[in-house]
């Protein structure tokens, strides 16, 4: 049986020595490159289908797109009352209660007394007050600073949506907006088309 000459056996660790410095430079730079592929795969795009609360029929959506550091809420609904309702971000993304009690209270992450817009210092769920027509159906449109979809600031993805049966009067706690007519949940939207 032919030895091997001691010229490679002193080889043989310093290649070993060498391939695992490799696999660590290999996983150091996957490691590195991560928060850079997280930033661009980003949710800018979410949406809440509501459905009716027991004994109403607001249904509809809500969807959120992010732009910057502005989040633009577009809310179109049928069912409602005539009149202005309050429209709410809550805590949670549940709707399993029949009053959507289970939602939870305002989304309040920064601790802000209850307000309006444009307030700047209000709760990340307050979104103000929309119309509904003699038909009951209301489109309503509002651009807010201090909410995301899922970014840094205050991201509203998996919390709930509330319609309410009065229009928020901007008092404390809650605006006095009674009870809930219509709860859905926000949830990942497919990106809308782009124009050609």
């Known amino acids: 049986m032919r030895e091997t000459p001691i010229t490679n056996r002193r080889f043989v660790p310093i290649l070993a020595a060498m391939g695992i410095l490799g696999l660590l430079a290999c ?5 590195e490159s991560k928060p850079a592929a997280a930033a661009t795969n980003a949710t800018m795009h979410a949406i809440a289908v509501l459905h ?8 509809g959506t809500v969807r959120f797109d992010q732009d910057g550091d502005a989040l633009k809420v577009t809310v179109d609904l049928q069912g409602l009352t005539p009149g202005q309702h309050a429209i709410h971000v809550h805590e949670y993304g549940d709707c399993s209660a029949l009053d959507a009690t289970s939602a939870g209270g305002h989304y309040n992450p920064e601790g802000f007394p209850h307000a309006l817009p444009p307030t700047p210092q209000r709760h990340a769920g307050d979104l103000g007050n929309l119309e509904a ?7 309503y449109e509002l651009t807010v600073h201090n ?3 899922d970014g840094t600031k205050n991201p509203v993805l998996g919390r709930g949506v509330i319609v309410h049966e009065k229009p928020d009067d901007g008092g404390q706690p809650t605006g006095n907006a009674g009870g809930r ?7 990942i939207a497919k990106p809308p088309a782009t124009m050609q």
């Open 52 to 59: 009716p609360t027991e004994g109403n029929t607001c249904h």
């Open 133 to 139: 027509d003699a038909d009951g159906n209301a489109h």
């Open 147 to 149: 909410a995301s979809v």
């Open 27 to 31: 996983s150091q730079s996957q490691l």
């Open 181 to 187: 007519v219509a709860c859905g949940v926000i949830g």
